[in-house]
């Protein structure tokens, strides 16, 4: 028997909305099959910018709920889009925290076999006592936004929706420049469909058409000096230029990236991390023993500490090519800053030749 067959209700929930929407449409679907569309199907919107709306919300839900099908049968009910479950002004109202409670209550008399009950909500504070409270009781989801593999999951089921798949590093590259913007990464693909010759994404089509979104720039070039790839380092570089941008923030963007890649070479040559299945395995072991003798470690992300960083990204860094020897990393590293004291000595218009030059002094065997 399905889980949501035997919880009084289902409870989809996250940070990312559009993640949430998307999985209650499909359960909402599921949980509808079988019934009158037009009678024994419920929709009622959570939205809530003020604490009247509030109010309103869960009335209207409590009527649903209450109201018996015209011509008998099951019901199915959803509480769409729920937003005064956050940690906002709106959610921290007490005459909010009241109507929670009556939509507790409201939730705990639901019988399943007359009537079924989906409730979305994005974002929402984990720390209340209702969600807690769902997450014990009812068919619990969490859709989170912030995993690449939820992330990539969207992209693959759009993809073969349209009729189309990934060719080799396309994917990649478009998370890379979506971030963390599932809604922005569906329509790309979508974009990125009607505009491929033959039914297959290539890398160069996201590289062309797909625009940098992501809170980190720039990620293209670094992504092909840590593929260890000239030719695709060569196109990454004379993209940027052509798209008017300058060489700066190409070197902060390399630096980054190169800096976090002596960390990890020097973790993995000492032992204490490996790749994995989930990224990069044994950080938080490496952390207690090189961090936590010393106090605190810090929490902020930051290019100059690996355990401030995401496992799963790491493992997809390091994965990208074979990772360089410490030496050649700190070299990099090296050549990486005279480049820098090379574009502030010569024209602007040169920028793109010291870049090209970088790029072959780095990457050419």
């Known amino acids: 028997m399905p889980e949501a067959a035997r919880r009084p209700f289902t409870f989809v929930c996250g940070q990312d909305d559009f993640l949430v929407e998307r999985l209650g449409r499909r359960l909402f ?42 011509f008998g049968g099951r019901r199915v009910v959803w509480l769409r889009d729920v937003t005064f479950l956050a940690d906002s002004v709106t959610g921290r109202s007490e005459t909010t925290l009241n109507r929670v409670e009556e939509l507790q209550r409201i939730l705990s008399s639901v019988n399943p076999e007359e009537t079924s009950v989906l409730v979305t909500a994005a974002p929402v504070d984990r720390r209340r006592s209702f969600v807690k409270w769902c997450e014990k009781t009812a068919a619990f989801t ?38 963390s913007n599932t809604r922005f990464l569906a ?124 496992a799963w990204y790491l493992g997809k860094m390091a994965g990208a090519g074979t990772l360089p020897s410490l030496r050649k990393l700190i070299d990099n590293q090296r050549s990486y800053v005279d480049a820098f004291e090379e574009v502030l000595r010569r024209p602007a218009d040169d920028q793109e030749d010291i870049m090209r030059d970088l790029a072959v002094r780095c990457l050419a065997p």
């Open 142 to 179: 969490l859709a989170d936004g912030g995993d690449p593999e939820a992330a990539a999951a969207v992209a693959l089921a759009e993809a073969k929706a349209l009729g189309v798949s990934f060719g080799e590093g396309a994917l990649e590259l478009l998370q890379v420049r979506a971030g």
């Open 29 to 70: 679907g599921e949980l509808s099959a079988g019934t009158d569309e037009s009678f024994a199907r419920d929709i009622v919107s959570g939205r809530a910018s003020v604490v009247d709306d509030v109010e309103l919300a869960v009335r209207r839900f409590t009527e649903a709920v209450q109201t018996m099908p015209l």
């Open 187 to 310: 329509e790309e693909v979508r974009k990125l469909a009607s505009g491929s010759a033959g039914n297959e994404i290539t890398r160069e089509l996201v590289a062309e058409l797909t625009p940098n979104v992501a809170d980190s720039d720039f990620f293209e070039t670094a992504e092909a000096f840590t593929a260890g790839r000239l030719d695709w380092a060569l196109e990454a570089i004379k993209r940027h230029f052509f798209g008017g941008g300058e060489a700066r923030a190409l070197l902060a963007a390399l630096q980054n990236r190169n800096r976090l890649m002596i960390q990890l070479r020097a973790l993995t040559d000492a032992g204490e991390a490996r790749a994995g299945r989930g990224g990069i395995e044994g950080l938080d072991r490496a952390r207690q023993s090189r961090i936590a003798p010393y106090g605190e470690a810090a929490s902020e992300k930051s290019s100059f500490n690996i355990f401030t960083q995401n």
